[in-house]
């Protein structure tokens, strides 16, 4: 497996060609880059073909491995939204994500299937406006070749294994898959036995630990601090064949916060390879 690390653990203002040398120090194989609004720096919805070529030039010269694009836009503009103009903002996001991901060379967009707020009309709903829109994507994404990779959240939908599985298979196409949160889902599951039911489904996966006492979002600890069975979750990924990306998807420390980045590269050798490096 690739050791990996999402952007958002690092500095917001810092440059990114300091961020693909603090990933190359510290030892990752991969980072997972966001795309972020106007502006940003990084991938942003108004990056032009010649900062996303900087961007990749960047990456290669440090020797990192751009292999996935996440996005923290969806939550005010939802897939399965009530509202005709939400959903669209979400395809165009959506559209952004895939175009970025191609230019980078990247394999994997992660993206959430929609949220059930309070205001829902209907689950059943949601899901059929989830898989239209889905399906208006995924000829996009096939002729792209880059895959649709649909993460488990806190949404209220789509909160087990095998509803994951069937909604994905609904599709008949090899454009999605499943973006595989070990932390999501420990407030309502374990992990181990979503990887055995999503198989070769997974295509990717976010490396989070949870402590369950806690029970909201401040739950989420550095990796090995939390319930997360790592063992068991190892040797489950191990026995379905994912040989791609683990990111680790961590929060900065409030104190000298690259200090998260170098920490958690450490945290993912002893994940991987089953003791420290």
Known sequence: MLKSINHWAFPKDMQMESVFEHARLAGYDAIELNLGPDGAIGPHLASTPADLATIRRLADASGIRLRSLSCGLMWDHSLSAPQPEARRRGQD?????????HALEMDTILTVAGYCTDDASSYELLEQRSVETFGYLLPHAERLGVAIAVENVWSKFLLTPT?????????GSNAIGAYFDIGNVMLYGHPEQWIRILGSRIRKVHAKDFRRSVGTGQGFVPLLAGDVKWPLVMNALRDIGYTDTITAEIGAYSAYPLQAVYDTARHL???IHGEPR
């Open 269 to 271: 050798d002893v994940l």
């Open 93 to 101: 996001i959506v559209l952004k994500q895939l175009e970025t991901a």
């Open 163 to 171: 509803e994951m599985a069937a909604f994905i298979d609904g599709f």
